[in-house]
């Protein structure tokens, strides 16, 4: 990993300073790693720790989005997550510091507290879908327009804004087809369902999730909006999934509508398309075979 600017970290060291974060000339910064989006530092000020990431200027909307999202997630008091001090941008470079938290994977142990803590995270809702402003998926934009109408604002800002990408970056024929087929018969995915507008955590798969020293949850990297609780779940699933117990506290916390299971292959295939948008053609194969289970599924 490159070092970074000594301007750069002059002024990210004084932002943190201004915010209240220790001293500007004191301040050590020790390279983490990549993450699929943005780099990351452990920054030492005074006597705190500082979780820092950094990014092209051009993706500064994404760390506005992600504070604002963080921000919203505390206020509820549901989960823990962890704040945003502040976030600007210096020598072309876009950066965010957070508190640092020894994390450690979610493990058998803290999975049922999770599981209770996202159910009450559910439970703020909002009068319609969507979010106050757009946020992006990883690295993809995400559309957040407000609507009244989840299944349409599902089908245009996340399934169909997903395949116009897909489309963009050459993969036409069958997926396209199949998505197109998909879209015109998913309402019966739905019928005698109507979700509310749920505070979602909007990325939640278990490399966003974890616990501290102490085995309190915590979420991160969020890509918030309000929508169907059961799209949050649904990616818990995904990519490794959580412990067992996780689903079981949930359940027993705010059971879930019977029509889940199949409705769960439906939300993940937003999250199929954005990676084979962001990471390309390996994830093509499973990407069109839950298109043609949930296609036949929705057969007369």
């Known amino acids: 990993m490159a070092a970074l600017n000594s301007e750069f970290l002059r002024q990210v ?3 943190i300073a201004a915010a209240g974060g220790g001293s500007p000339t004191d301040m050590e910064v020790t390279p ?8 990351a530092y452990r920054i030492h ?7 820092l990431k950094t990014h092209d200027a051009a993706r500064h909307f994404m760390f506005e989005a992600e504070a604002a999202a963080l921000m919203e997630i505390a206020a509820t008091n549901a989960i823990r997550v962890p704040l945003p001090l502040c976030f600007g941008v210096a020598e072309g470079r876009t950066y965010m510091a957070l508190e640092w938290m020894d994390l450690h994977p979610l493990d058998a142990a803290a999975a049922p507290r999770m599981g209770r803590s996202l159910a009450a995270l559910h439970r703020h809702t909002a009068a319609k879908f969507g979010w106050q402003r757009d946020n992006s998926i990883g690295a993809t934009p995400q ?7 989840w299944l349409a604002f599902w089908k245009v800002h996340r399934l169909g804004y997903q395949l116009k990408l897909a489309e963009e970056r050459g993969y036409g024929g069958e997926l396209q087809s199949l998505g197109q087929r998909l879209l015109e018969q998913c309402d019966g995915l739905f019928v005698g369902y109507a979700p509310v507008p749920s505070l979602l955590h909007g990325d939640l798969w278990i490399g966003n999730a974890g616990c501290d020293p102490a085995g ?15 799209a949050d779940l649904a990616m818990t ?10 689903a079981a506290a949930y359940e027993e916390s705010w059971p879930v509508d019977e029509g889940y299971g199949l409705r769960r292959d439906f939300y993940n295939l937003y999250h199929l398309l954005n990676h084979l948008n962001l990471f390309g053609h390996g994830y093509l194969a499973r990407t069109e075979s839950t298109m043609r289970r949930l296609l036949a599924a929705l057969a007369p």
């Open 13 to 15: 060291a004084a932002a």
């Open 32 to 39: 983490i790693g990549r993450g699929n989006v943005a780099l």
């Open 45 to 51: 000020s005074g006597e705190r720790d500082y979780f």
């Open 143 to 149: 559309p957040n327009p407000r609507s009244s109408d």
């Open 216 to 230: 309190t949850p915590v979420i991160y990297d969020p890509a918030c909006y309000y929508g169907d609780r059961e």
């Open 237 to 246: 699933s995904l990519f490794g999934g959580f412990p067992e117990s996780f």
